[in-house]
């Protein structure tokens, strides 16, 4: 009797981050965007929100053992070819956080700086930045910092080109090998920039006319720690997930009567039957 065949075993990467209810944002979003890319995602739930596409209603922060346990049983007994942190909220949850992937030796981290939600509801408390600069960053081998939130890291108002070179060689010195200050914010097409420490690439992308961007930075992130987790060099990574992120927004569609989310399945939707997934 012939052994059955199995596939192979997929890459495989973990979300640290918060949940919301209405599907757009935080885990949900990083595990769809993981499914979309054939890889095995895991999490670690950092707090739960009532959300939907108008706004955060709560927030209540999981507890910093049950969060430092979830990430161990997972690394243990599954592991991790990358991970991503989203949503932290509390300077003791980023301390947390940050000494566990420290412990495990996590190389291929993402980190997406969650401050504010779509609608304007804080999801940092001010007295975790500092925790994520000295803690997180320094971890990070990608952080995807909008311009708001470069502007705190930074320390810098970010109105000009030069002005965002500058804030992107701040956040640089803080630790992290990649830092993608992300230009969704600024007037025009919407051009990321990315800087290594020695060379600035610019990935511009069309402004797409749309209410339909919930949970664009979530997805980014999560596109790039997918997209680490199968092998790729971080900038290709950061650049291939733009143009996934571009087209999730192009093909995305109205749910809720608020800031509607991106399709995360655009690319499989597009291969119908033949089963193809993006890279």
Known sequence: MESPQHEPTPAKAMTIAGSDSGGGAGIQADLKTFAAFGVYGTSALTAVTAQNTRGVF????VPEEVIALQIDVVLEDIGADAAKTGMLSSASIVETVADRLEAWGVERLVVD???VAKGGHPLLQPSAVEAVKERLLPLASVVT??????EILAGIEI???EAARDAARAIFGLGPRFVVVKGGHRSGDATDLVFDGEAFTELPAERIDTRNTHGTGCS???AIAALLARGLAPLEAIAEAKSWLTEAIRASYA????HSPVNHFHAIERAGVSGRRPR
């Open 58 to 61: 709560a927030v209540a922060e």
């Open 113 to 115: 700086p969650v401050m």
């Open 159 to 161: 109105d000009t080109d």
């Open 220 to 222: 980014y992130s999560a």
């Open 255 to 258: 749910i809720g009567d608020g």
């Open 145 to 150: 910092p909008n311009i708001p939130e470069a």
